[in-house]
């Protein structure tokens, strides 16, 4: 029979062992802003297509990013029919087929 000392002692050395294995798990968070490539820092929305790449719903177009670097991307065209009064963009959905959907709410009054 085990006494209650190494009792303690081994579910200590257990413990340890287990939390050792966690401060192993290390995040790394990285703050990205205007300077970084972003046209407008206020993000509305964030979908990730199926090549992994994040898009970024923000007040001035879709923004993707790859990981490395942003490509920003207007809403607005030139064209005689063109139906968006503004640059915002408050939603994005991804659909089964990976067709992305933007929705903007500038528009509702």
Not at 67 to 94: C, I, M, P, T, W
């Amino acid at each position: 029979m085990i006494s209650h000392r190494k009792y303690y002692a081994l579910l200590t050395l257990f413990v340890f062992s287990l939390t050792g294995i966690r401060a192993n798990e290390i995040n790394h968070f990285r703050h990205y802003a205007v300077n970084d490539g972003l046209r407008q820092s206020t993000i509305k929305d964030i979908v990730q297509d199926k090549n992994g790449a994040l898009w970024l719903a923000t007040f001035d177009g879709l923004v993707k990013f790859d990981g490395y670097e942003f490509e920003n991307h207007k809403v607005l065209s030139s064209g005689y029919n063109n139906v968006a009064h503004s640059n915002r963009v408050d939603n994005l959905k991804v659909d089964k087929y990976g067709r992305m959907w933007v929705t903007s709410l500038t528009d509702i009054y």
